[in-house]
């Protein structure tokens, strides 16, 4: 008997299926129950989420029209508060966000003077847009679409990224990216029109070091420095396309998934109150604890569901926490 699993629920009805639960279920199941049947979210902030949250808010409000000399010191506010807010850091983890938000205050300024002709020569037709589509039963497959543009004549959708490393391999996958197909449908469902590609909007993070003592703003300032002595080593695009084929693979892909998960779901409505019968159909894959840096549920999955690893999460109401900012209970 396997004692002490969170309390969990299957949803019922309709469900909204995202890039990132997919992304879970496929990387391990195990990340995928306590993620979305138990509806934990870790207490401790998360320094990629972190980063990524914030530099997706200063491209949507730079794509917005917004000034970035406005917009971006409001960012800098945003981020000294939720680092106010966080709790269970040391001193470590405190000068990790301290120099995660002076990169992101660098990183925004050097996008935007580099890329301001952006504004001119592409059409913006929506920042940030939401979107769902019928998949199988009545089920839907959906996300937010970072920016759809008109360019040339054509519609194409505009996908921000950041990365560690940008070097041959990273390039080399980004034609079978799975979650670019799914954007450039959902893209379609949105305007209504045939959408020509995706700009693969890529941003290196900086390899800068602190220096000892230096301010936050002195260091964000030589981020941003160093950006615009060399906007080609921190910044590329790439244009790319999806063939019919490919489109129809991936609507065949993601039905074929989401059966396998409606599958569990309803195995574990069956054996609800019996979690020994439940877990092992949502086994662990251990190859991925530490692929791209720690599970978020490692504590749980090492040391068991007890009173100290329940004070490090707390259960949200909403499904899909990464299509709004969901309250929890």
Same mark, same amino acid.
């Given at each position: 008997?396997?004692?002490?699993v969170?309390?969990?629920?299957? #949803?019922?009805?309709?469900?909204?299926?995202?890039?990132? $639960?997919?992304?879970?279920?496929?990387?391990?199941?195990?990340?995928?129950?306590?993620?979305?049947?138990?509806?934990?979210?870790?207490?401790?902030?998360?320094? #990629?989420?972190?980063?990524?949250?914030?530099?997706?808010?200063?491209l949507?409000r730079?794509?917005?029209?917004?000034? #970035?000399?406005?917009?971006?010191?409001?960012?800098?506010?945003?981020?000294?508060?939720?680092?106010?807010?966080?709790?269970?850091?040391?001193p470590?983890?405190?000068?990790? $966000?301290?120099?995660?938000?002076?990169?992101?205050?660098?990183?925004?300024?050097?996008?935007?003077r580099?890329?301001?002709?952006? $504004?001119?020569? +592409?059409?913006?037709?929506?920042?940030?847009?939401?979107?769902?589509?019928?998949?199988?039963?009545?089920?839907?497959?959906?996300?937010?679409?970072?920016?759809?543009?008109?360019?040339?004549?054509?519609?194409?959708?505009?996908?921000?990224?950041?990365?560690?490393?940008?070097?041959?391999?990273?390039?080399?996958?980004?034609?079978?990216?799975?979650?670019? @197909?799914?954007?450039?449908?959902?893209?379609?469902?949105?305007?209504?029109?045939?959408?020509?590609?995706?700009?693969?909007?890529?941003?290196?993070?900086?390899?800068?070091r602190?220096?000892?003592?230096?301010?936050?703003?002195?260091?964000?300032s030589?981020?941003?420095?160093?950006?615009?002595?060399?906007?080609?080593?921190?910044?590329?695009?790439?244009?790319?396309?999806?063939?019919?084929?490919?489109?129809h693979?991936?609507?065949?892909?993601i039905?074929?998934t989401?059966?396998?998960?409606?599958?569990?779901?309803?195995?574990?409505?069956?054996?609800?109150k019996?979690?020994?019968?439940?877990?092992?159909t949502?086994?662990?894959?251990?190859?991925?604890?530490?692929?791209?840096?720690?599970?978020?549920?490692?504590?749980?999955?090492?040391?068991? +569901?007890?009173?100290? @690893?329940?004070?490090?999460?707390?259960?949200?109401?909403?499904?899909?926490?990464?299509?709004?900012?969901?309250? @929890?209970?």
């Amino acid at each position: 008997m396997i004692d002490n699993v969170p309390k969990f629920k299957t #949803p019922k009805g309709r469900i909204l299926f995202t890039h990132s $639960l997919l992304k879970d279920f496929r990387l391990c199941r195990r990340r995928f129950f306590y993620n979305y049947l138990c509806l934990l979210s870790p207490r401790r902030l998360s320094l #990629p989420l972190f980063m990524g949250e914030f530099f997706h808010e200063g491209l949507d409000r730079f794509y917005s029209g917004k000034d #970035p000399d406005d917009f971006i010191p409001d960012i800098v506010k945003e981020m000294e508060q939720r680092r106010r807010n966080a709790v269970f850091l040391d001193p470590e983890e405190e000068e990790q $966000l301290d120099v995660a938000s002076a990169t992101i205050q660098g990183m925004l300024e050097a996008y935007c003077r580099r890329y301001q002709k952006d $504004l001119k020569r +592409w059409k913006i037709v929506a920042p940030e847009q939401r979107f769902e589509i019928p998949i199988y039963g009545e089920n839907y497959f959906g996300g937010k679409v970072d920016l759809i543009i008109k360019w040339k004549g054509e519609y194409w959708v505009v996908e921000h990224k950041t990365a560690g490393r940008l070097d041959k391999n990273y390039i080399s996958r980004l034609p079978l990216d799975f979650q670019i @197909t799914g954007y450039i449908l959902g893209a379609k469902r949105v305007v209504g029109k045939p959408i020509a590609g995706i700009i693969y909007n890529v941003v290196k993070k900086p390899w800068l070091r602190k220096r000892s003592g230096e301010s936050g703003a002195n260091f964000a300032s030589r981020i941003a420095q160093d950006y615009h002595k060399r906007p080609e080593f921190y910044l590329y695009r790439e244009r790319l396309y999806r063939l019919t084929r490919e489109v129809h693979a991936f609507k065949a892909e993601i039905s074929e998934t989401v059966h396998d998960i409606t599958n569990l779901f309803a195995h574990a409505r069956k054996y609800k109150k019996q979690p020994d019968k439940v877990l092992p159909t949502f086994y662990r894959n251990t190859d991925a604890c530490v692929a791209k840096g720690t599970c978020q549920f490692m504590p749980i999955c090492t040391t068991g +569901w007890d009173k100290s @690893t329940k004070a490090l999460y707390e259960r949200r109401k909403g499904f899909n926490p990464e299509l709004a900012k969901e309250d @929890t209970a």
